[in-house]
């Protein structure tokens, strides 16, 4: 739709200044164009959380507590906030603790979903459609639905998962008490978001999978290459923007969640020792109703993820911008 | 062995490892499904009931007839519907300028829509509340809707951007020099190609704002206003008994929108997620 | 394909339109004669009548008056309460648990009321009338209360030989271990208590004299590390030990100890009254109540006495009628109604002597400082409790650093 622009001719004086500028006109309004097109995007976005965000910067630099809540005016204290924060020992343990979590919880995500997608290719139509409908049905399952039956299913008094996991003689799981300890509390969550993470990841990955050129495959394995081979040099060149993108928007929002931990380890369990990052800020901001120091937090996570991120973000502005 | 019947072999291991991830998968939903149809009884009993054989619908009959269920269930309708249809048309202008035009503040504009993704949800709750109350659109839907608007569009505009990318140019440029208005143009072959990734980025829409429960729930105080994860958090808000059958019964209504939703795009999904996100 | 699309867009459009067309409606209809009530869900499933009551009741005294109540949960009212002090946009009256006015009162986040407006303010129980005031004013009205009673399987307790109800904790500790002669099962509890119950477990150390913290002149101590103040933690260990088989690690309402009893495996139960109506169809013929005994003959066992306020926040724009409204919703009818449904009624003269009632004549409450909502929300207590039975740390130990830490929360400018 651009740049069929045509050399400028040469003669006709006459005409020359006022072409001139019906073409400036011509051309600015084409190079308008873009930006009328990604207006109601930036209108919406910068309409609803353009305030917030400046709030959100400005309180982080006040004291602002329910008190000043109430009187819709806090204090400025600087720094303050931040210096409390990164002097604050919960928050530092908080951050490697986060950190390990969604380093597993990305990983766990993107092998099995993988895996899945891989399974997807192999397996017989019916087997395919089967599997596929199921993971759909996973997907279609409310977050607070999700944790209400994990832990139902994972209940001291008779949970399901306890009685199978005896009667398979995987071990005595009779009255297993699954929340007992941080790292147990902290494996249930990561089952449950890999477990909702899966659908998308896998059906995403399978239709990607797709794309792969039969004949490349064939041609490849008359050649005598190894199925790993025909997946490292093949498969994964083909998967790897996709792989980009599933593997930045993991990071974003495994490092960043909030309502299975929260709800599935529960409100009653929660203390410094298994905070996750959102759970700190939720802690911190709200229940202690220390809204700036709450403010500081966010801004401070939004830092972190993005440079945890970085690698994978600068690739998709480069994937993105270049065509 | 012959070499066919190996390959036969294979193929059935291959299926029965499906069946087994399958299974696992599944069985949370499944668990779900059965303790809905369970009697209260059985639902506590210490050896697990799998299939309950007397099944009750009786959980079902009190989960819709707590207050605001059908009401909860429309607004939700409303707030998805609109969501969707409008992220889907805003986000589609903006993804035909990052993939066909090339403008000095594209690059500022890709990272903010990756920069919005990675703002901490839980932290920006007040500060949406104010503004929102601000323009009157707290306890509305439509206020709702703007703020599920901006967290969703960030990801439709990048899928979107992806599954034009796919769409070669010429196409278009002959249909230009068939004199083709660029109106027309849209219409007769963008659109129609675009089936595919439309759908699948209104998929991932619609299961966002039909599962989100943490502004909904802020800044929805009416029951008659609020939508339906918020009415299922109801079940457990009280002090008093859970209703295990019920909250599950409610559980299973509440995702079958979704799986409906599912069955009536499922054809086209299996195209559509792949386009998109494999051109980068 | 293009008419499909049409047609969508078009009902967008009509949808987009109704529902700024009925929030606009809404917005003017809470015009100047509405009030806007905060009750939490208990009201809407146990006693919605006696709130319909109370609407029709304060709708007659204020003619063109309308009431519109919102239902909200525990979890997450305050969140939402903080949300519209920030914005506007809140209720004109709202119900809040006793442990937590403290802080919102000492933030200014309520207006000041006039206790003689309410009936049977003289007479109000104690214990939550002093959750409600601050520095000398009157800020919640009380609403009603609960108390923790032991619910029991009597045939169990035949079975095992039991013929008079425990008078003593050491009997009780009696009583479980021939329970549990009895009834081999695994899992099986004599007294289900969950581990982190810090309402039944701060009951003991009350019993033995301690208390959670002091406060003398602005400076908050922790007690919870004081001699009697471990008897009574150590005592508590020692009975959860003998008599529950629950999960240390977990708070009273995962499970639920009522779905614990109605699998039958539990002989008896401590926690609210209204238990009573949840142990399942099969054992409600044979379930009592008793008061819970305390380590000396003829004292009960100290208990939490729960309950709620209501409250008007500063940032209605109907204090006078908002006042009325709660005038209605406590008079001595209201109260009569609640205290049929099992609650206890908000004054000592409307006291029968059901047994909920009666554990609630010796009752223990929490430090009424600014910061004990954080306490709570910070888990010091049940973190505290789960320390001691799993072995981590002695109760001496434990006792010590959940005390300081109380001490530093409660310090806290």
Known sequence: MHGTSTPAPAAETTFHRSRRRRRFWARSARSAVPYGLIVPVVVVIALILGYPLYWLAKLSTQRYGLFELIQHHG??????????????????????????????NVTATMVLGLLIALLLVRVSTPVRLVLSSGLVLVWSMPVVVAVQVF?????????????LLTQLHVGNFEQHDWYASTFSQLSLVTVLIVWGAL???????????????????????VDGARPWGVFRDITVPILRPILLILTSLSIIWDFGVFTQPYLLIGQSKIHTGNYLMSVYLFEEGYFKADFGRGAAISILMLLIVAALSVVYVRRMVRIGVAQ | MSRRS????????????????????????????STAFKSNDQIVALKPVWFPLHPTLQHFTDAIHRPYFWRDVLNSMIVVGITVAISI?????????????????????????????????????????????RYHQVNALSGLIVTYMTFVLPFCVWTLRGFLIGIPKDLEEAAMVDGSTRLGVFMKILLPLMGPGLVATSVFAFITTWNEYIFARVLLNDQSKQTITVWLSYFLGTSRNTDWGALMAASTLTAIPVVLFFIAVQRRIQFGLTAGAVRG | MKRR??????????????????TSAATKRTAANSITVWLQTDAQSGWADVVAAANQQFQAANPGTSVNVQYQSWGDHLQKFDATLAGGGGPDVIEMGNTEMTKYMAAGAFAPLDKTQFDNSSNWLPGLAASGKYGGKTYGVPYYAGSRVVTYRKDLFKQAGITKLPATTAQYVADAKKLLAKNKQKGFSPVYLAGTDWYVAMGFVFDYGGSIATQVSHKWTGMLDSPKSIAGLTAWKNFFLAASRASKTTDETHPNPYDVYAQGQAASMVGPSWFIGSVGKKYTASTGQFVMPGHVKGQTMPGFLGGSDLAVPVTSSNKALAADWIKDFTDT?????????????????????SVNERAAARSWFVPTAKHWVDVENGNILRNMLAQILTGKLSVKQAAQSASDNIASVLNQP
């Open chain 2, 6 to 33: 190996r390959r036969r072999l294979r193929q059935a291991g291959w299926n029965a490892v499906g069946l087994a991830v399958f299974v696992v998968m599944v069985f949370p939903v499944f668990w779900m499904i």
């Open chain 3, 333 to 353: 009818q209201s109260e009569k109604a609640l205290q049929a449904k099992g609650n206890i009624p908000n004054a000592t003269s409307l006291l029968s002597n």
């Open chain 3, 5 to 22: 699309v049409i047609v969508a867009l078009g009902l967008v459009v009509v949808l987009a339109v109704a529902s700024t067309a009925a």
């Open chain 2, 89 to 133: 048309v805003v986000a589609f202008l903006a993804a035909i300028a990052l993939a066909r035009y090339r403008f000095t503040l594209r690059e500022v504009f890709v990272v903010l829509i990756i920069g919005i993704q990675m703002l901490p949800q839980a932290g920006l709750i007040i500060p949406l509340y104010v503004v929102l109350a």
């Open chain 1, 151 to 163: 832990y139902w299913m994972t209940n001291f008094q008779n949970g399901v998962v306890n009685y």
């Open chain 1, 199 to 221: 659908p998308f990841v896998a059906i995403t990955l399978f239709a990607g999978l797709a794309q792969v050129p039969r004949d490349l495959v064939e041609a490849a394995e």
């Open chain 1, 75 to 104: 204090s400025s204290v600087g720094f303050a906030n931040y210096r409390s924060i990164l002097h604050d020992s919960v928050f530092w343990h908080t951050l490697l603790r986060t950190v390990v979590f969604t380093a597993v």
